[in-house]
């Protein structure tokens, strides 16, 4: 039988990022200062055992990424999951797993983000504008409209200010003097000597590294996509681990695990007992740099899957628009705008409001994470001679493997019961509109069988 070969996709957008571009991006889509504040709290609830429960949380996010690059170079279209599963599932399926792939982590995870960023600059300049997030997301989204090499200078820039930021701390606090934590002997038994409480602790590890794959929806923004986008990918997983695994060391070293436990900024507090008074200007370029980071990243891909699912009619025609003069999506960037200003505005003052979107939006995307590993084992089945340029390693190990870890993530999501059950009602109420949504959009919009699979050459020529 001939091998099936990808047609190239018709040059909407701009092929303008290469490695490091795909390198930045990808460490953007996962670096945030919830990410921080999650990996210092985790840390200090389980001490040497969460090192352990880092280190599956890397295997696990390795199984994903491979299936996402694998999926992403196969059909390199912006649309992402919601590409893939159109063609492995069908069409009502791709939508419920591309909204709440971009949905959700623009209602839960952004507004979380944006109210630690708050809380940080009025801890030190009290009387300051009530959400000063607004500001910088405001701008990140008009420097996306204005163009994807724009959006990728300024992620190189705030990536690499990030990383030595994190890497000065974790050296400097591995070395302290002054350390109040576990001592080396202690983290080391508690790395040896796990029980099941490792697994309730998986979950909240996973967050530091979840996001990476988002860099997929740029594939049709990407120079050569078959070398740079897993080569970029992999690099950026890899360099997140090792930052944050050492960033958290130096945490529970320095300060006592209680502490970082019940502290909602332990990174504030390791600063300060870091750097003394210089701790305000260490922590405010940490805070500004990885909720930057997060803002730029998150908006270009999140709309580069709304663009996506209006090339593919899942959405009204007005998301596939593309700025003439810059040629990006400009009305699904501004959409995921409005989503994100919205949701800080209307829940910014939940209890527990930060804890509660965390964890929701790990729940969202580890089921879209779900969702992909699935669409692989299908597309082997009904493409097996397309040419795959990447391939996941130890097919279906991998795909295997994240189906039941982050499956049962999911289920045990949240440290406590009350918890839980918030987190429950966010993601089913998001799962719920997608599905309902969905249903009508293909049954009556589209009218097409809801579980009709999209022909692949189909698919990437659109």
């Excluded at 909240?204 to 970029?232: D, M, Q």
């Excluded at 289920?411 to 509109?433: E, F, W």
Aim: charged content about 10%; glycine content about 8%.
């Amino acid at each position: 039988m001939n091998k099936i070969t990808a047609h190239p996709p018709q040059k909407s957008l701009k092929r303008v990022l290469g490695i490091f571009g795909i390198f930045a991006a990808a460490i953007g889509g996962a670096a945030s200062q919830t990410s921080i504040v999650s990996l210092l709290k985790v840390a200090g609830i389980g001490g040497g055992t969460f090192f352990v429960a880092f280190i599956i949380a890397l295997i696990l996010s390795l199984c994903y990424i491979c299936s996402y690059c694998e999926l992403s170079i196969m059909m390199p279209k912006a649309g992402g999951i919601s590409t893939y599963t159109a063609v492995s599932m069908g069409r009502f399926p791709a939508i419920v797993a591309t909204l709440v792939g971009s949905v959700g982590p623009a209602v839960f995870a952004a507004p979380a983000e944006f109210l630690l960023f708050d809380y940080l600059l009025h801890m030190m300049y009290p009387g300051i504008m009530a959400h000063p997030s607004l500001i910088f997301w405001t701008v990140f989204t008009l420097l996306n409209i204005m163009g994807v090499n724009i959006f990728s200078s300024v992620q190189k820039i705030l990536t690499y200010g990030m990383l030595i930021a994190l890497v000065v701390t974790s050296v400097y606090g591995l070395g302290f003097t002054g350390a109040k934590g576990l001592s080396a002997s202690a983290i080391m038994y508690g790395a040896i000597h796990i029980n099941g409480s490792i697994l309730s602790l998986v979950m909240l590890a996973l967050w530091p590294l979840i996001g990476c794959e988002s860099v997929c929806t740029l594939a049709e923004e990407t120079k050569r996509p078959e070398r740079n986008l897993p080569g970029g990918l992999f690099i950026a997983l890899l360099a997140l681990f090792a930052g944050f695994f050492i960033y958290a060391l130096a945490g529970v070293r320095v300060l006592p695990a209680s502490q970082l436990a019940a502290s909602d900024i332990p990174h504030w507090l390791l600063a300060q007992a870091l750097f003394g008074k210089a701790g305000r200007v260490a922590i405010l370029i940490l805070g500004i740099t990885t909720t930057s980071i997060g803002m730029n990243a998150s908006v270009a891909w999140q709309a580069r899957l709304l663009f996506g699912m209006g090339h593919n009619q899942q959405l009204p025609a007005i998301f596939k628009k593309v700025h003439l003069k810059w040629r990006t999506p400009w009305v699904s960037l501004l959409t995921i705008y409005l989503l994100g200003a919205g949701a800080l505005l209307i829940f910014g003052n939940m209890p527990d409001f930060i804890t509660i979107m965390i964890i929701s939006a790990s729940s969202t995307y580890l089921l879209v994470y779900i969702i992909a590993n699935i669409d692989v084992i299908i597309l082997r089945f009904k493409y097996p001679n397309f040419v795959r340029p990447f391939k996941t390693p130890f097919y279906p190990l991998p795909q295997i493997l994240a189906i039941i870890g982050m499956g049962y993530a999911v289920i045990y999501n949240s440290p406590s019961a009350d918890l839980a059950t918030k987190v429950y009602l966010n993601s089913a109420g998001l799962v719920v509109v997608a599905v309902v949504y969905g249903f009508f959009r293909v049954r009556y919009f589209m009218k097409k069988p809801l579980f009709e699979a999209e022909p692949i050459e189909q698919a990437i020529s659109e």
